[in-house]
């Protein structure tokens, strides 16, 4: 069964870090472009990050920019998102998500694979 298995949430204060990770079950996600999004209780889903397959571009959601940073291992089936300088606005359940398709992908539709999410919570 294809999976995307995302760890690395939990609870974090305000102005600390995380990094998550996602790790595909099969070889052939190192095609892909690996985005990550976050859902808020009460609001959609929304985008955050992507990398593409090779790994040599990302892009980033504004409200992110300049704090979360993304990168995927050599084999190209493990992504992380290194998220910095956190604040509660951040708190969400975030996913991980493979998809192909014009540069960048940032819409949930542009995405056939995802995880089944890792909460992140920001406390004040």
């Known amino acids: 069964q294809v999976q995307l298995v995302e760890s690395g949430g939990g609870p974090v204060q305000a102005g600390g870090s995380l990094r998550l990770s996602c790790t595909a079950s099969e070889s052939f996600f190192a095609t892909y472009a690996m985005g990550w999004f976050r859902q808020a209780p009460g609001k959609e889903r929304e985008f955050v990050a992507v990398i593409n397959w090779t790994g040599s571009s990302s892009y980033f959601a504004e409200s992110v920019e300049g704090r979360f940073t993304i990168s995927r291992d050599n084999a190209g089936i493990t992504v992380y998102l290194q998220m910095n300088s956190l604040t509660p606005e951040d708190t969400a359940v975030y996913y991980c998500?493979?998809?192909?398709?014009?540069?960048?992908?940032?819409?949930?539709?542009?995405?056939?694979?995802w995880g089944q999410g890792t909460q992140v919570t920001v406390s004040s």
């Open positions: 998500a493979a998809g192909r398709g014009a540069w960048p992908p940032i819409y949930v539709s542009e995405y056939d694979y």
